[in-house]
């Protein structure tokens, strides 16, 4: 098994930390990964973005020329990196901030309102774990009991208090994986 | 220990510390910047000193006097940083002093960008400071070869009294990997490895005082001297080229018809390439040098099976190690080369297409 993912969006939207979680997850359970992010001039303004490589064995190139699964969390991501997705592969739109989608009949494709499920679930800031959600929920690439786990000791060090809010989002996010 | 999931700047600070580094000067640059960062965190931890100094020149120049009082110490740059430290690099191998130095290459030249390159192998492997010395060069593929050679590389410069650069790129010092450190040495370790060197250094005796006369100098202004002191470098070196090559190979085997030669970021994605050829039943091997001085010459010459028909070097930079290469050939078979700079890495797909080519 291996996976090559690319999560895209603005500078802020939290995709490095989602690139990361997965990453971190998939080791616990055992897997080979590398998380390759974009750093420097293209960050300000631009898109922000990470590759992620999670496989059953060495990984040799952590760059991801086509990728398996796309998260795209604003329309800049998706045109960049929509095109280069494999075919047969996954494409996780958050369709609040990408309003011309993809063209493209020759993948799957996850459409969610994500930025406003993350404000119903109480704050924007969730977008990301609602992400991570959604790749759980539709690839079982990491299981929820591992970012679980993650998500609690990394959150008791910085703010116990958004614990439940993140926590809800993954969840929701499984929700919306499962039922596509 | 279990694995942790770590950046390659952070990691190879962290190996340093445990391998007994207590020592680091450094002025910050794009793309090592976390590599300062985390010493100026965790050294005080662990009772060491950690100065951010005025401009890349002071930080060499501490190490000069750090690694003269026989100490582990460690500077790190991004390529422009490492071209201003590189007076003081030639000053400690004249000395024949041990220290360590990351280069973690960005774009040049110049200032050039922050994006990952190898454009530095010259520099490092043919020079780059004035006078006749080398320096031991080890390039890392994965960040935890990256940590795993902050260990090695205080062994070697402390075991030939030389300086150890371990060259890496931007991509391996941003990228995260899981790493699996080595056990941290104690702090008596630490001391017993000092001691060691009190037949050279300058460091006091116990109760303080300094008796022994020991000169750490790179002015030799007679000639017969100075003379007598590169003929014993180059003693040294000979010493260190017998020793000390390392390099992997990779899919190498008597059905190679292509032969690719390639380090660091470069040989991860002209892995790629092979493993996606070796698929389609097409043979193609790789050395990948882990020791870029002293170089493994031979290694790339035993590779050579009779039906290798093509050498293929792939460097993310303009073929600063093509001569090397064809030194190993030796006019044995055709040596290309293919490239990218600017800081953008080249992908498999490309690197596959290169090598189709030659089929």
């Given amino acids: 098994m291996k996976k090559e993912m690319i999560c895209a969006g603005f500078g802020g939207q939290g995709v490095l930390t989602i690139g990361k979680f997965i990453a971190q997850a998939a080791m616990q359970e055992g897997k080979e990964v590398s998380w390759l992010p974009s750093y420097g001039p293209e960050m300000r303004g631009g898109t922000a973005n990470v590759s992620v490589v999670v496989s059953d064995t060495t990984i040799a190139s952590p760059i991801v020329s086509q990728a398996d699964i796309l998260v795209a969390l604003n329309q800049p991501s998706l045109d960049k990196f929509g095109p280069n997705v494999r075919p047969g592969g996954l494409i996780i739109i958050n369709t609040d901030m990408c309003p011309h989608g993809i063209k493209r009949e020759d993948v799957v494709k996850i459409n969610a309102p994500m930025s406003e499920i993350a404000k119903e679930l109480g704050s924007l800031r969730v977008l990301n774990m609602l992400a991570i959600g959604v790749i759980i929920g539709t690839t079982g690439m990491v299981s929820y009991e591992t970012i679980e786990e993650d998500l609690e000791s990394f959150l008791q060090a910085k703010n116990p208090d958004l614990l439940e809010q993140n926590i809800a989002a993954v969840k929701r996010g499984i929700m919306i994986g499962n039922s596509k | ?359």
């Avoid at chain 2, 000193?49 to 100490?71: C, D, L, R």
């Avoid at chain 2, 390039?139 to 402390?158: C, G, H, K, N, R």
């Fill in chain 2, 1 to 359: 220990m279990s694995k942790v999931l770590m950046k390659g700047n952070e990691a190879v600070a962290e190996a340093a510390i445990r391998a007994g580094c207590r020592l680091y000067f450094a002025y910050p640059i794009t793309p090592q910047s976390e590599l300062i960062e985390y010493m100026a965190k965790m050294m005080p931890k662990v009772g060491g000193t950690f100065i951010q100094a005025e401009s890349e020149v002071a930080a060499i120049n501490m190490v000069y006097g750090a690694a003269g009082a026989g100490k582990r110490v460690m500077t790190s740059s991004s390529s422009p940083g490492i071209s201003l430290k590189m007076e003081g690099i030639s000053y400690c191998a004249g000395a024949q002093l041990p220290a360590v130095i990351v280069n973690v290459q960005r774009g040049g030249p110049g200032l050039g960008d922050i994006q990952p390159a190898q454009a530095d192998y010259f520099q490092a492997t043919k020079g780059g400071g004035h006078g006749d010395y080398r320096l031991i060069v080890l390039a890392p593929s994965t960040v935890q070869e990256f940590a795993d050679m902050a260990a090695d590389a205080l062994d070697l410069a402390y075991k030939y009294r030389n300086p150890v650069m371990i060259l890496s790129d931007g991509m391996l010092g941003q990228m995260m990997e899981p790493v699996e450190f080595r056990p941290a040495k104690t702090e008596e370790e630490v001391q017993e490895l000092a001691k060691q060197h009190e037949n050279w250094c300058i460091c006091p005796n116990e109760d303080g005082v300094n008796r022994h006369h020991h000169e750490i100098n790179s002015l030799e202004i007679d000639p017969l001297v100075l003379e007598k002191h590169v003929n014993n470098l180059f003693v040294k070196y000979a010493e260190i080229e017998q020793h000390e090559v390392r390099c992997e190979e990779y899919n190498i085997n008597g059905d190679n018809e292509i032969l690719c030669v390639a380090f660091g970021t470069a040989s991860r994605i002209v892995k790629s390439a092979i493993n996606d050829l070796k698929t389609e039943g097409k043979s193609v091997g790789l050395i990948r040098p882990i020791t870029l001085w002293p170089y493994p010459y031979e290694c790339v010459a035993r590779a050579l099976h009779k039906n290798v028909r093509q050498v293929y070097v792939f460097e993310l930079n303009k073929g600063q190690m093509l001569d090397d290469v064809k030194i190993a050939v030796a006019g044995r078979c055709d040596v290309k080369f293919w490239g990218k700079v600017g800081g953008i890495i080249f992908t498999p797909g490309e690197i596959k297409e290169k090598l189709l080519e030659c089929f």
